[in-house]
Each structure stands twice: as C-alpha cells, then as structure tokens.
C-alpha cells in the first residue's frame, strides 16, 4: 500500500487533471503532520513542473504519438519529482512506493506497471543526472497561455512588462508562498516571527511547525500579506452599518469587526456550505456578524438598508493565487473571463445604490487580469459621476506612484497575492 501522503497527492492531481477541479483548501486533512508536509511538497513539484515531467517521459515510450493514460503520467510525475528533487526520499521508497500507485486501478493504470517501473528504476540509477536534465529543460514547458496572460496584466500597469521582468516574476511565482498570519487575540505562538515589513502581520519562523492549534482555537487566522494590506486602508469615517457582501470565509469579515468593534456588520455569503464555514470562522474568533445566507443581489433588491461602509472582494479567476495555486495553468481552460467579469459588473450594479453618502466602497480581486478590475474602474468613472475616488492607500500600493485610490502593489517588489482593488467614496 503506499503512504497516505502519495496517495493523497495522486487522488489531487487526478482531481485537477481528469476533472479540472482547483486543488481545495482541504485537500489535505486527515493527514499527520508529517504525511501533510510530504504530500504538499510533492503535489507542488509535480504542479509546478507538470510539463516538463510528461515531456521527460515522453521520448522513452515506445510509441510516442499516444499519450499515456492519466493513471501512468501522474505515477510517472509523482516518482521522478522525487527523485529529481526530494533528497529526503530515499530511492527505493520513491520507486517501490509509486509502481504501488501504479498498480491501484483507482489511482494508476496497472498495465503499465512495469513501464513506470523500469523507467523509475532507471531515473533512480543517476540522480543527480536525473535533476540536471530536468532543471535543464525549458521552463516555458511549465506555463500555459494563461500564464504569460497573467504575467503580461501583472507587469503591464507598472510599465515592467520586458523579457526579464516576466521570467523573474514567473521564477517567483514557482516558489512556494510563505503563510501569512494575523494575530487576534493575545501573544502570537513561538511558531510566528514578526513580518519586519508589515506592521501587525506575522510569518511563519523557518523550519516551524504550523500552528494548526492556535489557528483552531480562533486567537488567531490565515491571512494572506496582501488582504492585510489592503484591509489597512485609511478612512476616517466611522461606519454604523457594514456589509460585507461576499463574506466566505471570513477574513475580511474578521478584519471589520477588530477594526470597527461597534459597528453593525452583514456578511453575505451564497453557498450555504462556504456559509456554514464563515459562521464556523466567527464563532471561534468570537466576531459578531449577522450571515446572510443569500445571493447578494437578491438580498439586496429585497432590502431597504444602506450601508456607509462596503466591502465587495468578488468572485474571480484567482489569477493572482498562482504561487499558492499552481493547479491554475492547467485549468485555466474551465475559466470563464467573459462571465465573471459580468458577474462582478452585477455585484458592483447592485450594491453601489446601496451606499451612504459618504460612505466608502472598496471592491477587490484577487486577480492581476484587467477584466476583472481595471474595465470595472474605467466603467465607474464614466457611469457613476456620484462616486469619487477615495486615497485609501499608500502610494507605493498603485499602480502608479501616487495612484492611492488603488491598492496593486508592483509583484516584483511585493509578497504576497495579486490584487487590483479600488476605492470610492459617494458624493
Ligand atoms: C473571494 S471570496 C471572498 C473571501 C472573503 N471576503 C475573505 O476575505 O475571507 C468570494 C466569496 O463570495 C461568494 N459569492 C460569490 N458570488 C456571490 C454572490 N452573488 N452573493 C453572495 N456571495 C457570493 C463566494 O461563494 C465566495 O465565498
């Protein structure tokens, strides 16, 4: 039987590869520690370094025109990113453990069990060789078209968008992220180092465990450096009534109520199973919230409340997770552009009537691509003369220099997601 941690990364890459599905924030529970530390290591590899993987397979098939089934490529990438690049596997676990996976009809394909054996075992013989050929073959094999998209809206608005600038960027990208915390109630654990650079967010010490029990005891949460970042934003007001239209799981729900402990907050959330997990996240955190379990246009339509305080963080691509997904190339196929982006126009429609005059309204994705922020910004400008732009961020997080009505902070001097988000206030 193989171990829990190759059996969970291949049950995910058949999940991304066969049916196009994200990687889940849960993907790996049930695991020890330990397995969970293997498995996350070994589904980034073989994520971040899909393409070359199957292009190293492929000139030792017999017959190169057909393409392996998915069961032999995921065996297949499982065993080499071991043995190219996890010196802490020992060679014979890395083969012997995978020709098992190859062997599960649920997660191999067992005809080919003595291909992926003969060509592991034959990786395993040199090493070394084994991860100079594939550290050496072109990175480009790892990207997609959506990709070089993403990098290209990425770098664009910062006028960096050369050769160099897109490979450094695309390098960052395929590095794992370092977790972001916030501290919410009492000392942060032995496990987290202040971050020097952001004031109140907190990383993970190197070589530290992740404190999985601090986290559950709700003293404090994940959050990624950018939506802390963000949600510093300098307002004066002092907001009565917040929504927060599209609240799963939490975060910047969590976020609102530490900042305005006296307000009024609704958090809204569509998909009653998200829903139950933000009620979940306020309960242990102990943030008071009214959940909303409802489309947010339909709750809005059907209600006479206003707010003097919005935050619309939207549906989106998620092109600006790639270092955290690297599942994303492969499905950018799945994504539908054109649909979310009138999605976010709707939410924008519906919830702008909604605010207070002068109120504030903050919407944010955390997608680079212009569709999902800028067209929304350009589109505000010219149908909505009562919204004027609101100066909520430090200028280093424009786009341009001085651009503080936008937080987009440049990806190559940044940690941290890609956002675009933008305020307003109304007149
Ligand atoms: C980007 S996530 C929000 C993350 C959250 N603000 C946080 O910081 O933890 C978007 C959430 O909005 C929900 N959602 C999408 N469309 C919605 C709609 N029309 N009405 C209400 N919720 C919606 C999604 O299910 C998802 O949970």
Not at 113 to 121: C, E, I, Q, S, T
Not at 213 to 240: C, Y
Request: aromatic share 8%; with cysteine; charged share 20%.
């Amino acid at each position: 039987m193989p171990t829990p941690s190759r059996i969970a990364a291949a049950r995910a890459l058949h999940a991304v590869f066969g049916a196009g599905h994200r990687v889940s924030d849960r993907w790996d529970t049930g695991l020890s520690s330990e397995d969970a530390g293997l498995a996350q290591a070994l589904l980034g590899l073989c994520l971040r370094h899909w393409g070359r993987l199957q292009a190293y397979v492929k000139p030792n098939l017999k017959d190169q025109s057909r393409s392996l089934p998915l069961g032999s490529q995921v065996a297949l990438a499982i065993g080499f990113a071991q043995l190219a690049w996890m010196d802490g596997v020992a060679a014979h676990a890395a083969v012997n453990e995978t020709v098992e996976l190859a062997a599960d009809p649920a997660l191999g394909f067992p005809p080919h069990k003595g291909l992926v054996n003969a060509l592991l075992r034959r990786g395993a013989g040199n090493r070394q060789l084994l991860r100079a050929h594939l550290d050496a073959m072109p990175a480009s094999l790892d990207r997609t078209p959506f990709v070089d998209a993403v990098l290209q809206s990425a770098l664009e608005p910062h006028r960096a968008k050369g050769k160099p600038e897109i490979e450094a960027l695309w390098a960052k990208l395929q590095t794992p992220p370092r977790p972001a915390f916030h501290v919410l109630r009492g000392d942060a654990p032995p496990e987290l180092e202040a971050d020097p650079r952001l004031a109140g967010c907190w990383g993970l010490r190197e070589g530290a465990p992740f404190p999985g029990q601090w986290l559950e005891s709700g003293a404090g949460m994940v959050q990624d450096r950018s939506s802390q970042a963000l949600m510093a934003f300098q307002w004066k007001g002092n907001p009565i009534h917040i929504l927060d239209a599209c609240a799963a799981p939490g975060g910047k729900t969590t976020s609102l109520a530490l900042r305005y402990p006296e307000a009024r907050i609704t958090a809204v959330e569509r998909e009653p199973r998200r829903a139950g997990w933000l009620k979940k996240n306020l309960a242990v955190r102990a943030v008071k919230a009214e959940v909303v379990v409802a489309e947010v246009t339909d709750f809005l339509a059907n209600s006479t409340g206003s707010f003097d305080l919005i935050v619309l963080d939207a549906p989106c691509s998620g092109s600006g997770t790639l270092q955290k997904h690297p599942e994303l190339p492969w499905i950018a196929g799945n994504i539908d552009l054109e649909r979310l982006s009138e999605m976010q126009r709707d939410l924008l429609r519906a919830t702008i009537p909604k605010l207070d005059k002068g109120g504030l309204l903050i919407y944010a994705v955390c997608s680079w691509l212009p569709e999902e922020g800028e067209h929304h910004r350009a589109w505000v400008r010219t149908a909505h003369a009562e919204l004027e732009a609101a100066h909520v961020w430090p200028g280093e997080f424009g786009a341009e220099s001085g651009d503080t009505a936008c937080f987009r902070p440049q990806p190559l001097a940044w940690d941290g997601e890609g956002f675009q988000a933008f305020a307003w206030t109304k007149r």
